[in-house]
Nanobody
């Protein structure tokens, strides 16, 4: 079993930055795909950024050039650095991990609110 605990959300103004953290416990995440998703009110959950075990990275078009996913494999943590935030980035952000075995895990989510 894997537990994911996010932190770092909050209220910021447009143009500011936030860094989300996700602590992964229960198993080493070296064999997992790691990702950040977000869900805005009234919208479906969407992929923001994803990193494979081989460190291949994909970003949603809407965040390319502004957001960066990274990991600290010693601390078993995954991060999302969010720069130049926009009001449309307002959402609950979720940490996610999945494995080729089919196992999937979600964090509880952290709220990010960007005011204009």
């Amino acid at each position: 079993q894997v537990q994911l605990v996010e932190s770092g959300g909050g209220l910021v103004q447009a143009g500011e930055s936030l860094r989300l953290s996700c602590a992964v416990s229960g198993r080493s995440f070296n064999a997992f795909n790691l990702a950040w998703y977000r869900q805005a009110p009234g919208k479906e959950r969407e992929l923001v950024a994803r990193m494979s075990p081989g460190r291949d990275i994909n970003y949603a078009d809407s965040v390319k050039g502004r957001f960066t996913i990274s990991t600290n494999r010693v601390r078993n943590s995954v991060y999302l650095q969010m720069n130049s935030l926009k009001p449309e980035d307002t959402a609950v952000y979720y940490c996610y991990a999945d494995h080729s075995s089919g196992a999937r895990f979600w964090g509880q989510g952290t709220q990010v609110t960007v005011s204009s």
